[in-house]
C-alpha cells in the first residue's frame, strides 16, 4: 500500500496540519478522526486495516486529516459561538488547502467522499451539508450533530447557526433546499450499545436522520445492536461495511 504524509500550511491557522494519504487511485474518501485526534489515527487503530481492499483494489484513496478541535468545538472555555468562530479556521485549511491538494493527487476530481468517527462525523456531515458541491457523500459513524448540547454556553451568533444543522438546515427552503436535495446523499451510522447514548451519538444520529426525511434529503439510516459500543472495533466494521457499498 503507498502512504504518503503531507505538511500544508494554512494562513488561517498559522499552523501546518498533516494529512496522510493510503493508496494509489480512486475515489477520494477525506476521513476525519475521533474528537482531537491526529491524522495517522486512523492508521494507529485499524481503521486503515478495515478499508486495506478497497484501497489495494483501487476504489479509494483514504485522506486521513489532523483535527483542530482542541483549539475549537473541544475547547469549552470558550462560548459556542467564539468556538464556532475558531472552527472557521479549520474550515479554511479543508477548503483552501486540503480539498485543493487531494483534487490535484487524484486527477482534478471535484467529488470527494467524507467520512469521520464520533466528533469528525460531525466534521463529515457539517463539510457535505454546507459544500455539497465538493463532498456530496457523507458517511458519518457515532456522531453527535448538535453543537448546542457540547457544554454550551454564551449567546449564540452566525456562526454557531450556521455549524449546526438542527438550525441551519432546520430553517433551509427555496433554490438552496432544492439544490441539497439533488446534489447529497448521507448515510448516519450508529450503535446502541456503551457509550453511544452517554456521548448523544444515538439521539443526535436519529435526530438528525428524522430531519433530513423531514427536509427531503437523500439519507440513509443504519442502527447497530445493543452489543455495538462507541468504539474503534464498531468503527472498523461499519466504515469496512458502507465504503464498500459506495465506492
Known sequence: MNVSHHELYSPAIGAAGSVVAYGHWGRPVLAFPAERGRAWDWQDNGMVDAVHTL?????????????????????????????????????????????????????????????????????????????????????????????????????????????????????AGGAHLDWLRERLSVQLVCGQGQWEDTTGALDSTRRLAALLADKGIRHELDLWGHDTPHDWPSWRSQVALHLARFC
Request: with cysteine; net charge negative.
Open 55 to 171: 484501497i489495494d483494489e483501487g476504489r479509494i484513496k483514504l485522506y486521513c486529516v489532523d483535527s483542530f478541535d482542541a483549539a475549537s468545538w473541544s475547547n469549552d472555555t470558550l462560548p459556542l459561538e467564539q468556538r464556532a468562530q475558531q472552527h472557521g479556521r479549520y474550515e479554511s485549511w479543508i477548503l483552501d488547502q486540503v480539498v485543493p491538494a487531494i483534487q490535484q493527487d487524484s486527477g482534478g476530481t471535484s467529488e470527494i467522499v467524507t467520512t469521520g468517527i464520533s466528533l469528525g462525523a460531525f466534521h463529515a456531515v457539517n463539510f457535505a451539508l454546507k459544500r455539497a458541491d465538493l463532498f456530496p457523500l457523507a458517511v458519518g459513524l457515532s456522531g453527535n450533530y448538535d453543537p448546542s448540547t457540547w457544554n454550551a454556553w454564551g449567546e449564540r451568533g452566525s456562526a454557531a447557526y450556521f455549524n449546526n444543522p438542527f438550525d441551519s438546515l432546520a430553517h
